[in-house]
């Protein structure tokens, strides 16, 4: 469904307005000077009517003026101000203003009487012109035709503006790294500027012709003049403090300048800084540069620009939706041609066709596999016993080649080395055993039975000490020096005795 155009009774998008809030007392303006006493000679022009009432042709008063006005200025004069609005024609000329605080005088330097200074001559430049005071009669307007020129230092107005711009850049405010990006598609465009202006016209007639149902907040101000700077911060306040406002231009259209000053003021440019949404900056022309254009988000050649810069055209939107709903189209008719290929490969499937075929199917495939491992493990225990009887006959045959190295190592010995150590160990083991000899037969019972005593051991093998262990009948055994004997024991006397 398309969304409605809302728009208003001359077909301009549908646009509310923000009241401006009380804007400060603009200080008095200074008196008139008085009338100019440097041509002490009266007018030739006297505006009481005749008693005639003569009608005057436009011609015949502008020649008058001009009469009036050359004429208190017989000679060349030199004049000292600020150049403003300077502007240079292709032919060379040079058109700009001179003024101090007071008031203003347009300027001429043609090409002709130029010297080497017109070359550097600039805006905010305070300098001192000599030439003659000249009226334009088509236009009524007076100026000074300029003859000579030379610099007699910057002016007031371009030094207080140099200095500003110096405190601002210095507190960051003109930093690109704090510009906003402008929104794609805003809900609502905030315009802060004058109403009676041709370049709210000129930003609504570009957003309607752009985005016919885009919706437009007005925060009208005067954007020239005394207490301007004051009231275009406090429009660009209410705007950012409004719902839904995605982006704000503010902006005049072109002008001197004088005109311009407004949006090189401190509280504009602060204002421009805190907004909360991205600001275009639309003053004046291409050419025309305020602080204004360095402290926004984006600055804009002329108000028509800002609005081609705020909202792309909605055509494009229309495209760019278009070409999404197609891709999105083509890409679910893809996902979905996708899916249904799955679905009939997967009915095909034979899970699905027959399981309990796939079950016998794993099943066979099971006991295959158990053969397979049955025969594995057959083959791999054969295959380590074959490696371990490798590795028994490696070890064996290693151990023997050690065995027959340490023979050859033994058999290299030095033997008379042996020999000696072994008839020193026998001779001491011979002495030794001497010795133990020589103390065991001093020690034996055999040494005390070469002096003629006997050893009678009875029958289990005791030797006997005394005869009262002895029964007559009994068998006792005699070992004398060279032999051993048995007898039997017989009654002896009568003290008890026994013989055998």
Request: glycine share 8%; net charge positive.
């Amino acid at each position: 469904m398309r969304p409605r155009r809302d728009t208003g009774g001359d077909d301009l998008p549908l646009f509310a307005g923000l009241a401006p809030r009380a804007a400060p007392s603009a200080p008095p303006s200074p008196p008139a000077p008085p009338p100019s006493t440097l041509d002490p000679r009266p007018s030739t022009l006297d505006p009481r009517p005749s008693s005639s009432d003569r009608v005057y042709r436009v011609s015949e008063i502008a020649r008058r003026i001009r009469e009036v006005v050359e004429g208190g200025f017989p000679g060349p004069v030199t004049v000292e101000g600020e150049v403003s609005n300077l502007r240079g024609q292709p032919s060379g000329h040079l058109y700009f203003t001179l003024k101090d605080a007071e008031a203003q005088l347009n300027a001429v330097w043609f090409r002709g009487g130029q010297n080497a200074f017109a070359q550097r001559i600039a805006d905010g430049a305070q300098v001192r012109v000599t030439g003659e005071i000249r009226t334009y009669e088509p236009r009524s307007q007076y100026q000074i035709l300029v003859r000579s020129a030379r610099e007699a230092g910057r002016g007031a107005l371009f030094e207080a503006l140099e200095k500003l711009k110096a405190k601002l850049q210095a507190e960051g405010l003109f930093d690109p790294a704090r510009k906003r990006p402008l929104p794609v598609l805003p809900r609502c465009v905030g315009v802060a500027t004058s109403t009676s202006g041709a370049a709210l016209r000129d930003i609504l007639k570009v957003l309607r012709r752009r985005f016919p149902t885009m919706r437009v907040l007005i925060a009208p101000c005067r954007v020239q003049g005394a207490g301007a700077a004051e009231e275009i911060a406090s429009a660009l306040d209410r705007l950012g403090a409004a719902a839904g406002v995605d982006v704000i231009i503010a902006g005049r259209g072109g002008g001197s300048i004088e005109d311009l000053w407004a949006f090189n003021e401190e509280p504009v440019v602060r204002a421009i800084a805190r907004c909360p949404v991205p600001v275009i900056s639309a003053v004046g022309h291409e050419t025309d540069f305020t602080l204004a254009d360095f402290v926004a988000d984006q600055r804009a050649p002329t108000p028509s620009a800002a609005a081609e810069m705020a909202v792309a055209p909605r055509a494009e939107f229309d495209t760019q939706l278009a070409d999404l709903g197609d891709r999105l189209r083509r890409i679910l008719a893809h996902a979905l041609t996708e899916r249904r290929g799955r679905v009939r490969s997967a009915a095909m499937h034979p899970v699905l066709r027959d399981p309990a075929g796939l079950v016998e199917h794993a099943r066979e495939r099971v006991r295959g596999r158990s053969v397979d491992l049955a025969a594995a493990l057959r083959d791999g225990l054969s295959r380590a016993r074959q490696r371990l009887d490798d590795a028994e006959t490696r070890v064996r045959e290693r151990l023997l080649g050690a065995g027959a190295r340490a023979r050859a190592r033994l058999a290299a010995t030095d033997i008379a080395r042996l020999r000696r150590a072994a008839a020193r160990r026998t001779s001491d083991a011979r002495q030794q055993t001497a010795r133990f000899a020589a103390q065991l037969r001093a020690l034996s019972p055999l040494a005390v039975l070469d002096r003629g005593y006997s050893i009678t051991w009875a029958a289990d093998g005791t030797v006997l000490r005394s005869v009262s262990r002895v029964a007559p009948g009994t068998r006792i055994a005699t070992q004398l020096r060279d032999g051993r004997f048995e007898s039997e024991v017989k009654p002896g006397n009568k003290e008890g005795s026994t013989r055998s």
